[in-house]
Nanobody, 126 residues
Framework: HVQLVESGGGLVQPGGSLRLSCAAS????????MGWFRQAPGKEREFVAA????????RYGDFMKGRLTISRDNAKNTLYLQIGSLKPEDTAVYYC???????????????????WGQGTQVTVSS
């Protein structure tokens, strides 16, 4: 059973940047594709980014494309998400998730993931 713990969220001004981290334990991190999702109040959870088990392939949600970099360090059992040019509409809880699915195009759907973290709040406001 994999445990995931996100960190790095907080209050940031518009135009700023953040790096979110997701620490994994309880399993073999490199066995899993990984993803980031976000959920704003009153809205559905939406896909942000996904990365293959070795970091060789990535996929991004269209609405944030160009402002994101997803990466992973399998030696540290950690997933990262670098977000730039933050906007107030990026305010949400950001979740990381682990999946045994290896086809990244399938990983835009929350139901494809096996384990989820508790989330980290990102608030973009001046």
């Amino acid at each position: 059973h994999v445990q995931l713990v996100e960190s790095g969220g907080g209050l940031v001004q518009p135009g700023g940047s953040l790096r979110l981290s997701c620490a994994a334990s309880g399993g073999t991190f490199s066995d899993y594709s990984m993803g980031w999702f976000r959920q704003a109040p009153g809205k559905e959870r939406e896909f942000v980014a996904a990365i293959s088990w070795n970091g060789g392939t990535t996929r991004y949600g269209d609405f944030m494309k160009g402002r994101l970099t997803i990466s992973r360090d399998n030696a540290k059992n950690t997933l990262y998400l670098q977000i730039g040019s933050l906007k107030p509409e990026d305010t949400a809880v950001y979740y990381c998730a682990a999946s045994k699915t290896i086809v990244l195009v399938q990983l835009t759907t929350p139901g494809r993931y096996d384990y989820w973290g508790q989330g980290t709040q990102v608030t973009v406001s001046s």
